[in-house]
């Protein structure tokens, strides 16, 4: 078997021997289903409230694609300004490192009071959230451009634009990429905070709903839910890097 066969086995043998030991264990020591549903459990709740959770999934997701939309937006602007100029990178880092340092769901309740329950918290939250760490990312990649190499650019007559779009940029391509693929992840994660305080709709509401009533087959079905779109999410945003960015793992294909 070639080595990209065991790569693209390799996920689904891990996946499905990490549930196949979840249900031994459950099975053979009886836990309660209260306690820990086995997945046999959690699959037969996911396909009974299959309705119930495809509708309050496809709210989540497109709450939680506009708040990562928003932070892909102003996250590379951002990245780009603190990259390219000390100044501003030496003035907006500590506030970015303080307001990053609160607990975002202390934010919500301020979300509340300006925009009311409804979509819009859970979209700024998934949106704060994730901001950060493209913002760091972009602008670690645009900083590193070796001085040697821009004083010979500008030697040639490239403004500091030109060094930023042809050269700064595609050096952050990697980290703008990789910055992604934490940040969709760190999304669904303020989605679902946004939705459990203010929102009627949604996973996290669902949680929350379900919680209440003791219903333990539909939590962890809702968080296995949860766990595929994030999984699919990553995919789609690894796809996107290898695409565009495969030169930055020649390497690593090589060694493969």
């Not at 099975?27 to 959690?42: D, E, K, N």
């Not at 999934?57 to 932070?71: I, R």
Request: positive net charge; glycine residues 8%; aromatic residues 12%.
């Amino acid at each position: 078997m070639t080595v990209k066969r065991q790569l693209v086995l390799a996920p689904w043998i891990f996946t499905i021997g990490f549930f196949a030991i979840w249900e031994i264990i459950c099975r053979g020591f009886g836990i309660s289903s209260f306690i820990l549903p086995a997945p046999s459990t959690i699959m037969a709740a996911t396909w009974e409230y299959r309705n119930q959770l495809a509708y309050h999934a496809m709210h989540t997701l497109w709450m939680t694609l506009a708040g990562f939309g928003l932070a892909v937006v102003f996250g590379l602007l951002l990245g780009v300004a603190l990259g390219a100029s000390r100044l501003i990178n030496a003035g907006t880092y500590p506030l970015l490192v303080g307001f990053n340092s609160i607990p975002k769901v202390a934010v919500v309740p301020i979300l509340v009071f300006w925009f009311g329950v409804g979509w819009v918290p859970p979209v700024m939250t998934a949106f704060l959230i994730s901001f950060f760490p493209i913002v760091v990312n972009v602008a670690t990649g645009i900083s590193t451009v070796e001085p040697e190499m821009e004083d010979v650019l500008r030697a040639l007559g490239a403004s500091k634009r030109d060094i930023i779009l042809k050269v700064g940029l595609p050096r952050a391509m990697p980290y703008f990429f990789g910055s992604l693929k934490v940040a969709i992840t760190l999304a669904y994660v303020g989605s679902v905070i946004g939705e459990q305080n203010a929102s009627n709709v949604g996973i996290g509401n669902l949680l929350t709903r379900a919680s209440a009533a003791f219903e333990v087959p539909l939590v962890w079905a809702a968080l296995v839910v949860l766990a595929v779109l994030g999984v699919v999410m990553y995919m789609i945003t690894a796809f996107v890097e290898q695409s565009t960015t495969g030169w930055a793992q020649r390497s690593q294909m090589a060694n493969a």
